[in-house]
């Protein structure tokens, strides 16, 4: 009922995203998410990577379409497995991918350490058509603050470019 109704929203970060991906046939528009399973890597990877967002109807990440930002990750089991490779297309198709992995020439990799978990396309996040409900691997809540980054451009300030997704949400 709670992801039935339509003043409802909901964010899935790391084993949240894992865990509404499983719920995948109880979530309207959730139907092409993919199961989250161990990283081709077989390890634990956690460090600081690139992503890309590209344009989606997520509210949390409403006027962030085009953005580059280094996030954290820190996951096992983060690569995603779609059921179908059709439905990696029909996700990037529908515009429901809301990050990817990038290399350091800004272009979406498969490639290790890049891309640490080695998930297709570089896909780490998804919503769902109507963008309440969004999932993903990374972690913006770790580094929200600029304080939390090695290096940052002067205009951010005190707060870095992930903190828009949770005024967003707000």
Known sequence: ???ERKDTFALGVCNGCQM???LHDIIPGAEMWPHFVKNSSEQFE???VM????ENPSMFLTGMNGSHLPVVVAH???RAEFRDIAHAQQA???KQVVMCFEDNHGELTDTYPYNPNGSSLGITGLTTPDGRFTIMMPHPERIFRTVANSWHPEEWGED???MRMFRNAR
Do not use: D, H, K
């Open 160 to 162: 870095s470019a992930w």
């Open 46 to 48: 956690s460090r600081l």
């Open 92 to 94: 990037i198709l529908n």
């Open 1 to 3: 009922a709670f992801f």
């Open 51 to 54: 992503v890309q967002i590209p």
């Open 20 to 22: 509404m991906s499983n």
């Open 76 to 78: 096992g089991e983060g």
